[in-house]
């Protein structure tokens, strides 16, 4: 058994396809299946369910499937720990974001990254929170950027940054007072995210409190909810980093939200507790905060980018 065929097995049970998994290895979809029952005969067992449809693995397959990406994870830390010692910022570096995220990070963080540091293979993958965590924990992925709050035993959370929700109004809705209060808008509509436009119970408070009169429509980006309530009134919430994608004239339509009902997100970057790429994270997180406002950047991350 060689740590060659663990990648082969690995690579067949990430995409339950041999013609996925073949063409992401560079091989042939013949020589992946022969390999495969070769590993196979060698262990007594079989890995693999194989159907016309589907590739799933055994009882015993799922068990040598996760003692096969940790041995790949335990090899890989050789190379991560010479390249450390080295002072290196090399090799692969998969990132996962959420997608309500990414749209405001990302553009520009694979522009600045990829500029200051060629020798490093970038792959990055919107997922959900909780997708990121589990894709963490298998070492899937190196890195996550999420919801603060999802951290679990054996992944570290360090606070990225926080922003603050506005509430974006038609322009036959706006008030004249210069913040919003909910209670003004007893009777308009309010247009969410299918994602619970990735807020938390804080805002969610007072949507739940406006029952009378409340219309929501579950979309699936900020971008669609603006037009929305462009094109049908109402209002939505959108976050701060949303702000200057808006054109002049719906800047004008924007308002704080005032009082109690004050709303925050706040966004951390997730790692594997026993995670030893001290210079690489330090890297991403150079190329974040030229991004990411000075006044929303969380003092941890400062101090740790200066450690």
């Given amino acids: 058994m060689t740590l060659q065929q663990l990648k082969y097995i690995i690579a067949i049970d990430r995409h339950r396809s041999f013609a996925k998994a ?12 022969a390999l495969l029952l070769k590993l196979e005969e060698e262990l007594g067992v079989k890995i693999f369910e194989r159907s016309n449809r589907s590739v799933v693995p055994t009882s015993i397959g799922r068990i040598i499937l996760l003692q096969a990406q940790t041995a790949i994870s335990e090899a890989d830390r050789i190379e991560e720990i010479v390249a450390e010692q080295k002072g290196a910022v090399s090799g692969p570096l998969s990132i996962g974001i959420g997608p309500t995220i990414a749209p405001y990070l990302m553009p520009w963080f694979i522009k600045k990254y990829t500029d200051a540091h060629s020798e490093v293979k970038l792959s990055i993958n919107e997922m959900k929170g909780d997708a990121i965590i589990e894709a963490l924990r298998f070492g899937n992925i190196d890195i996550g950027i999420a919801m ?29 007072q210069p913040a919003f209060n909910p209670a003004d808008l007893v009777h ?12 938390r119970e804080s805002t969610f408070s007072f949507c739940k409190a406006r029952s009378i009169g409340r219309h929501i429509y579950e979309a699936g980006s900020i971008e669609t909810l603006i037009r929305i309530v462009d094109i049908n009134g109402g209002f939505t919430i959108i976050p701060e980093m949303h702000l200057p994608f ?18 925050k997100r706040s966004i951390s970057i997730y790692l594997r507790a026993d995670f030893i790429r001290l210079n690489m994270l330090k890297s991403v997180i150079h190329a974040l905060q030229s991004i990411i406002p000075k006044k929303m950047i969380s003092p941890e991350l400062s101090q740790l980018s200066t450690t």
């Fill in 22 to 33: 073949a063409a992401e290895l560079d091989i042939t979809q013949p020589t992946l299946s």
């Fill in 148 to 176: 603060s709050g999802h951290a679990v035993t054996g992944v570290k959370e360090i606070p990225l940054y926080t922003e603050s929700f506005f509430v974006y109004m038609a322009k036959d809705c706006l008030m004249k």
């Fill in 188 to 199: 308009e509509k309010m247009w969410i995210m299918k994602e619970s436009q990735c807020m």
């Fill in 246 to 263: 808006l054109s002049e004239s719906q800047r004008e339509n924007v308002r704080p939200i005032e009082g109690r009902f004050v709303s």
